[in-house]
């Protein structure tokens, strides 16, 4: 199972396009910072597979300026 965690940076003033844009997906978990123009994004999926295609989407947003990973690792599964 892929986790990873990214800082998701938005085009200026497209913060809440970009929550918006993300909340709608599946897998993913969204906390925006109180002060700033940026976002955690949380993802887990069950696959690499579908880690793959999750983010190929994320990185299509148009509200989507940056988004660097900042944590991942891979359960094996047993």
Same mark, same amino acid.
């Given at each position: 199972?892929?986790?990873?965690?990214? =800082? &998701?940076?938005?085009?200026?003033?497209q913060k809440e396009q970009l +929550? !918006? *844009?993300? %909340?709608?997906? /599946? !897998?993913? /978990?969204?906390?925006? &910072?109180? !002060?700033? *123009? +940026?976002? +955690? =994004? +949380?993802?887990?999926? &069950?696959?690499?597979? *579908? #880690? #793959?295609?999750?983010?190929?989407?994320?990185?299509?947003?148009?509200?989507?300026? =940056?988004? &660097? =990973?900042?944590?991942?690792?891979? %359960?094996?599964?047993?």
């Amino acid at each position: 199972m892929p986790i990873k965690s990214y =800082l &998701a940076h938005p085009h200026t003033g497209q913060k809440e396009q970009l +929550v !918006n *844009e993300l %909340t709608a997906l /599946e !897998n993913c /978990e969204i906390i925006p &910072a109180d !002060n700033k *123009e +940026v976002l +955690v =994004l +949380v993802t887990d999926t &069950a696959s690499d597979t *579908e #880690d #793959d295609i999750l983010k190929q989407k994320i990185e299509t947003f148009k509200s989507l300026k =940056l988004l &660097a =990973l900042v944590s991942g690792f891979n %359960t094996p599964k047993k």
